[in-house]
T-cell receptor, first 108, second 112 residues
Framework: KNEVEQSPQNLTAQEGEFITINCSYS?????LHWLQQHPGGGIVSLFM???GKKKHGRLIATINIQEKHSSLHITASHPRDSAVYIC??????????FGQGTRLTINP | EPEVTQTPSHQVTQMGQEVILRCVPI?????FYWYRQILGQKVEFLVS????????KSEIFDDQFSVERPDGSNFTLKIRSTKLEDSAMYFC??????????FGPGTRLTVT
């Protein structure tokens, strides 16, 4: 069983739509990370959270520690948001365990 | 803004050859990591490094792999005798006291 599960695996939406990507995990974590990976391959950290909610521009991340669940929301989506979004959990202080990623495509 | 850098961006090597992938972490960071991503698969942890020694390694990180911090700035991953299945994107990451990790742009390793 994967320690980190994301859904959906693929998501296509129209520009302006509200996007939600979900992440569930099965292990004790030190923190949860949302990352963005563009076609060139580079990984950019969007959020790190261990409780509650964080907001950065049009992106919002929430986590429910009791439910072992996190969501990433994108408001007013734009074609430039098209990327792979990855949920990763920190195990202790030493490593990240990654989900398989959600490929998001926003059509104009 | 400080960033993690990696060289080369793309390395092509023949099976059985040794490769060294290089990373320059953010200068005041103390924790260093290598991850890899085989094409079409998820990112996997390889090894973490702190205080000049390996803190944790995955089962992927067998005797063919080694890491080193040869000076105050570089952090290297060596694969002694590459196999076809070592073809992947290799990411270096570093962090300071916060748990947030900063990733380099990756090195694409192609083993032929």
């Amino acid at each position: 069983k994967n320690e980190v599960e994301q859904s959906p695996q693929n998501l296509t939406a129209q520009e302006g739509e509200f996007i939600t990507i979900n992440c569930s995990y099965s292990v004790g974590i030190s923190a949860l990370h949302w990352l963005q990976q563009h076609p060139g391959g580079g990984i950019v950290s969007l959020f790190m959270l261990s409780s509650g909610k964080k907001k950065h521009g049009r992106l919002i991340a929430t986590i429910n520690i009791q439910e072992k669940h996190s969501s990433l929301h994108i408001t007013a989506s734009h074609p430039r948001d098209s990327a792979v979004y990855i949920c990763a959990v920190g195990i202790g202080a030493q490593k990240l365990v990654f989900g398989q990623g959600t490929r998001l495509t926003i059509n104009p | 803004e400080p960033e993690v850098t990696q060289t080369p961006s793309h390395q092509v090597t023949q099976m059985g050859q040794e490769v060294i992938l290089r990373c320059v972490p953010i200068s005041n960071h103390l924790y260093f990591y290598w991850y890899r991503q085989i094409l079409g698969q998820k990112v996997e942890f390889l090894v973490s490094f702190y205080n000049n020694e390996i803190s944790e390694k995955s089962e992927i990180f067998d005797d063919q792999f080694s890491v080193e911090r040869p000076d105050g700035s570089n952090f290297t991953l060596k694969i002694r005798s590459t196999k076809l299945e070592d073809s992947a994107m290799y990411f270096c990451a570093s962090r300071g006291d916060s748990l947030e990790q900063y990733f380099g742009p990756g090195t694409r390793l192609t083993v032929t």
